[in-house]
């Protein structure tokens, strides 16, 4: 299957500062790709979704400001939390969907933001 | 009512039974069904995609049903090694993306 990548895979910072998360395909274009933030024992909850070349859409109730999202070529995309506070602290987790079918995703392996 | 729902378990069954566990969605449009496999910390992974009646794939066997609207995942001769989390997935009625149940919580014990 298709592969994506996230970096960093684990980050701990402080409160108040600003983590960009990368998400890559390697092995294939993704005009889109999909966000999504997972809390212990929870299931995946969508944030937005990413479009090249556009405008990111953003879920109901997740603030555009705070999660930016830059999507600015066919193979990576970045979410920015800004200014992160403890309550952010969570798994992150990019997809893109395969070439075979626009439903069928494939996940990067996420990134566990630790915020002190 | 929620888009997908699955009953989140913790199913615990012994090493070699068959365990089978339902997911129900809304879309009725709904054309494509995912069963992702999910271990602790990390991230999903595509088990098994429906498009028809159901798909087989060694030991696992999905099942869709249009006109109660669920699908099920059959596991037989069940392995240690498929203690995980199971997310089920269709499309959403109101947009272009999926949507994922809160997840079916399997432990297999010796």
């Known amino acids: 299957g298709a592969v994506v990548s996230q970096h960093p895979s684990r980050v701990i910072c402080k409160s108040g500062t600003s983590v960009k998360i990368e998400c890559r395909s390697l092995d294939f274009q993704a005009t889109t790709m999909f966000w999504y933030r997972q809390f212990p024992k929870q299931s995946l909850m969508l944030m937005a979704t990413?479009?090249?070349?556009?405008?990111?859409?953003?879920e109901q109730g997740v603030e555009k400001d705070k999660f930016l999202i830059n999507h600015a070529s066919l193979t990576l995309s970045t979410l920015t939390v800004t200014s992160a506070h403890p309550e952010d602290s969570s798994f992150y987790i990019c997809?893109?969907?395969?070439?075979?079918?626009?439903?069928?995703?494939?996940f990067g392996p996420g990134t566990r933001l630790t915020v002190l | 009512r929620k888009e997908v729902e699955q009953d989140p378990g913790p199913f615990n069954v012994p090493e070699g039974a068959t365990v089978a566990f339902n997911c129900t969605y809304s879309?009725?449009?709904?054309?494509?069904f995912f069963w992702y496999r999910q271990d602790c910390r990390k991230e999903p992974k595509l088990l098994m995609s429906v498009y028809s009646s159901g798909n087989e794939d060694g030991r696992f066997t999905a099942q869709l049903n249009r006109a109660s609207q669920y699908i099920s995942l059959l596991i037989r001769d069940s392995k240690l090694s498929d203690s995980a989390t199971y997310l089920c997935?269709?499309?959403?009625?109101?947009?272009?993306?999926?949507?994922f149940g809160s997840g079916t919580r399997l432990s297999i014990r010796p």
């Open positions: 997809s893109a969907p395969s070439d075979f079918s626009y439903n069928e995703q494939f």
């Open positions: 879309n009725s449009a709904s054309q494509s």
């Open positions: 997935a269709a499309p959403s009625s109101s947009a272009s993306k999926i949507i």
């Open positions: 990413s479009n090249e070349g556009s405008k990111a859409t953003y």
